[in-house]
């Protein structure tokens, strides 16, 4: 059995929680996610949504949350730090892999925000798209690139769908990011494009369980689901129990509910 813990990207509910986000959290509790991570608050207060993620016996186990850099950057700390996440985890823009010059001044405000983020006991990760495996200069990618120019406290959330529609092997990264990599973005389909309609694990291009299996050091797999023809609770049901069954995550059931 995988030590990691399963937790939901709550995108992958975002229309849903725009509407009721406390009663999509005890849905997601109900499947046996240990865990989520937020993507936004819909309105409520951090501490509203505190107190209905404790009662549910849900971790915050990060949160996707702008860097804290400039005028934003205490009131972005001040709501996660009320939320309880330890973790804000974000992503450069697109644009900003097309030169190194970009790349190294998006680095410089990542670090930035690592410094604010440690004044309140806080860490900063990054999470990526395909555009930092798409670049590259010198033989490396523009991802290689960016980890170099990154201060080291800064995490690694491998979203493995996107490495794999930027054209790298997902598992070969995995094994080669050592202890910074930290979260795993699990998803399944045909990896061409933003487009993409996902579909259950097994049924797509990525190696589900080689990239799990690759990630030694990662503490939460995390479930995403970006669009899909699938009915989005049976969705993660399924991938859920596609993660748990096969001993690839732990949950707080065997099964989902």
Known sequence: MSSALIGLQMWSLHDQAGEDLLGVLERVAGIGFAGVETYDLYGHAPKVVRSRLDALGLEVCSSHAPFPTGERATAILDQYAELG??????????????????????ADRINEAVTHATSYGMRIGYHNHFAEFRNSFGGRTAYQVLLDALD???????????????????????GSLGDRLEYLHLKDGPARGMDDL??????????????????????????????????????????YDYLVGRGLARGTTTEGG
């Open 85 to 106: 996440a330890d973790t804000l985890v974000w992503s450069l823009e697109p644009e900003e892999f097309s030169t190194v010059d970009g790349i190294r001044s998006g």
């Open 152 to 174: 080291p406290a800064v995490v690694l959330e491998l979203d493995v769908y996107w490495a794999q529609t930027g054209g790298v092997d997902p598992v070969g990264l995995a």
């Open 198 to 239: 996902l579909v259950p694990y097994g049924q797509g291009v990525v190696d589900i369980d080689g990239v799990v299996r690759a990630g030694a050091s990662v503490n939460w797999n995390l479930v995403e689901i970006d669009r899909s023809n699938h009915e989005t609770y049976w969705l993660l049901r399924d991938c």
